[in-house]
């Protein structure tokens, strides 16, 4: 099994930056990727970024050229660094592991990014 756990959400105000992060534990050497998601009030949730265990990075159009994701160097831990915040990136953001060749897909609890002024 592999654990998740978020941190860094918060409030901002627009046009500002947060770094969340997520720290895995458990069976870390099965991760094949990571991903970043995030659910908005009244909305479904959606893919914003992924780095897979070769580090290629992939992000949805809507975040593009603002959030850059990364790991760490033990690569047991996942980043994620969003600038020019505006209030449509508000959301809950959760961390996703997809692991083993199953694959088996594990969620954090989630840390809420409110964008507001």
């Known amino acids: 099994q592999v654990q998740l756990v978020e941190s860094g959400g918060g409030l901002v105000q627009p046009g500002g930056s947060l770094r969340l992060s997520c720290a895995a534990s458990?069976?870390?050497?099965?991760?094949?990727?990571m991903d970043w998601y995030r659910q908005a009030p009244g909305k479904e949730r959606e893919l914003v970024a992924t780095?897979?265990?070769?580090?290629?990075?992939n992000y949805a159009d809507s975040v593009k050229g603002r959030f850059t994701i990364s790991r760490g160097n033990a690569k047991n831990t996942v980043y994620l660094q969003m600038n020019s915040l505006n209030p449509e990136d508000t959301a809950v953001y959760y961390c996703?592991?997809?692991?083993?060749?199953?694959?088996?897909?594990?969620w954090g609890q989630g840390t809420l990014v409110t964008v507001s002024s």
């Open positions: 996703n592991a997809e692991v083993g060749v199953l694959p088996i897909t594990y």
């Open positions: 458990g069976m870390i050497r099965s991760i094949n990727r």
């Open positions: 780095i897979t265990s070769g580090g290629t990075t």
